[in-house]
């Protein structure tokens, strides 16, 4: 059976540039899909407008995966627009965008034809460079999880290091009863991500009755009611309060007193409130004064009320400077 386990990265600068220009490669590719298959459809839709017949019209162009990667192929060597950089990457970066051309057209046809489920799917469009989600498949090449159960190692990226452990799927790699069939690395929301698509082999469970059926009904005076096809009746209690309140181990010795804990665990709690600490009766604790009330309180003077003048209140008073009050002196 197929399964999927997805783990976050916390992958370095570097490590974060190789993703960026991975993803981006995957976009570049998708968007020359999408251009090099609707040329044809645009070129036959003018050349039906001058009246060209049906069997001079421009050939359809394909849009199955093996024509896209076939034609990528030999055109990222001699195009400008690829031919500097393609080489940085992986070569399933470029098989990423061509694969998501091709499920695209083909949902769109089929949409159009009234063969998918759902509603209606608009034509394949470019995908723009600062609005679009960054991801990039692999499907080829050394993919792994590290035995230390918190590195990924996807083609061309190096070792990258996990957010959380990986010992699920490492386990059953290790076991061999896991395959890793592809990796996908995705960003969402700030946040490197990884998913691997793996066949995962799980034994069955095999009942130990297998020709007995039983019912179980839940109830409020219990917890469940199984009733199975040989007649027997079997009644499961509802959780009840343990019972309990001194334990003594058999083993090293020692007895706890569930109540005695108890108190111990109320006298620390209202000697932390009281004096500010965690030791129930320290001689030194200074008992401190709630809400900060031992601070020293600023006065603060009552504001002026407005007695008219521009809207909002008085209107300001200018200052007189000490070049003014000396010219009124001498004048006088």
């Known amino acids: 059976m197929l399964q999927a386990y997805r783990f976050a990265l916390d992958p370095n600068a570097e490590q974060d540039g190789r993703l960026r220009s991975h993803c981006g490669a995957a976009r570049a590719a998708y968007n020359w899909a999408v251009s090099w298959v609707k040329a044809s459809w645009w070129q036959r839709k003018a050349e039906e407008s001058y009246g060209i017949p049906e069997a001079e019209l421009t050939a359809w162009r394909p849009w199955s995966l093996p024509a896209l ?21 992986s070569k399933e970066a470029y098989s990423t965008g061509p694969a998501n051309a091709a499920a695209a057209f083909d949902n769109y046809t089929k949409s159009k034809r009234g063969r998918r489920k759902g509603g ?16 990039c498949r692999f499907t080829t090449g050394a993919i792994r999880v590290e035995a230390d159960r918190r590195h990924v190692t996807p083609p061309r990226l190096g070792t990258i290091r996990t957010h959380e452990s990986t010992r699920k799927l490492e386990r059953r790699t290790r076991n061999g009863t896991a395959r890793i069939l ?3 690395v995705r960003s969402e929301r700030g946040r490197w991500f990884v998913s691997f698509r793996v066949e995962v082999v799980k034994n069955e469970r095999v009942a130990m009755r297998p020709d007995v059926a039983v019912g179980v009904d839940l109830g ?25 309140r001194v334990f003594t181990c058999d083993a090293c010795g020692p007895v706890m007193d569930r109540d005695e804990n108890a108190d ?3 006298a620390d709690l209202a000697s932390a409130r009281t004096t500010g600490t965690g030791v129930a009766g320290a001689p ?3 008992a401190s004064k709630p809400r900060g009330a031992n601070r020293r309180t600023r006065a603060t003077a009552h504001r002026r009320k407005a007695t008219g003048g521009r809207a909002g209140g008085a209107v300001p008073q200018q200052r007189k400077e000490a070049r003014d009050r000396h010219q009124d002196t001498t004048l006088r």
Not at 223 to 239: E, I, Q
Request: hydrophobic share 35%; net charge positive; glycine share 2%.
């Open 69 to 89: 990667r076939k034609t990528f192929n030999e055109v990222k060597k001699t195009d400008p627009r690829f031919a500097d950089w393609w080489e940085e990457n």
């Open 120 to 135: 209606l799917v608009g034509m394949p469009r470019r995908k723009s460079k600062h609005r679009a989600r960054l991801s």
């Open 182 to 184: 592809s990796a996908t």
């Open 220 to 244: 409020v005076k219990c917890l469940a009611v199984m009733a199975d096809s040989t007649g027997v009746v079997r009644y499961v209690p509802n959780p009840v309060h343990h019972d309990v």
């Open 264 to 266: 111990r665990n109320l």
């Open 284 to 286: 030194d604790a200074q």
